[in-house]
Structure formats: C-alpha cells, structure tokens
C-alpha cells in the first residue's frame, strides 16, 4: 500500500515537498516513481528511485528543479519540489514497481498511491 502526501497551493517559483510511505515492502516494490497528471493530459513520468539508491532518473522538464530522496527506515520516498511552475500543475502519484532498472512508464508499475493534488498558481 502506498499513501502520498504534501500536495498544495503554492505560488510560482515556490516549493513543496511531497511524501510517500509504503507499506510493506517487497522485491516487487524495489523501485519507486512518481508520476502527474494535469487535467485533460495523460499521466506522465516526474522521477524514479530504487531502494538501494543506485541510479536516479528525471523527466527532462523537472530536472534541476526537482529531486526524489528515499529514506528506506521509514519506507518513505520524497519529491522535493523546487522553483515551481504553473504547468507543474497535477495530480501526483507515487508508484512501485519491482524492477532492475529505472522504469520511465506508468504501466512499468504495479502499485500506486492515491495520489495528492500540486496547485502552482502564477
């Protein structure tokens, strides 16, 4: 079970930082992500984690703005938000997947949380 927190409103060019805790963790949920969705888009890739730290990967739009942490003793995975922008916008949602690389696509994933709501007004 993933539970996501930390979402919104925040003016642009401001910070938020999301949280996500899961719950029982399994080689299935070995790589964490998050994903968006804005209204009226598809859900799209943020960034993703594996527990053991070993590589991290970005969508070309939040990096350098953008940085996803994991904390493995309290199975808590982070997205630290950072100069934030009005088509930042979403609905975010954090997913697991057991995985031996940095999965980029959301049916890679086989759990999800359910999700918490960014507002970035301008």
């Known amino acids: 079970q993933l539970q996501a927190s930390g979402g919104g409103l925040v003016q642009a060019g401001g910070s938020l930082r999301l949280a996500c805790v899961v719950s029982?963790?399994?080689?299935?949920?070995?790589?964490m992500g998050w994903f968006r969705q804005a209204p009226g888009k598809e859900r799209e890739f943020v960034a993703t984690?594996?527990?053991?730290?070993?590589?991290?990967a970005y969508a070309d739009s939040v990096k350098g703005r953008f940085a996803i942490l994991r904390e493995a003793a309290k199975n808590t995975v982070y997205l630290q938000m950072s100069a934030l922008k009005p088509e930042d916008t979403g609905i975010y949602y954090c997913?697991?997947?057991?995985?031996?690389?940095?999965?980029?696509?959301?049916?890679?994933?086989?759990?999800w949380g359910q999700g918490t709501l960014v507002t970035v007004s301008s």
């Open positions: 997913a697991a997947a057991g995985s031996m690389w940095l999965p980029r696509k959301a049916d890679e994933y086989n759990y």
């Open positions: 029982g963790r399994t080689s299935s949920t070995s790589v």
């Open positions: 984690i594996p527990w053991n730290g070993v590589g991290i």
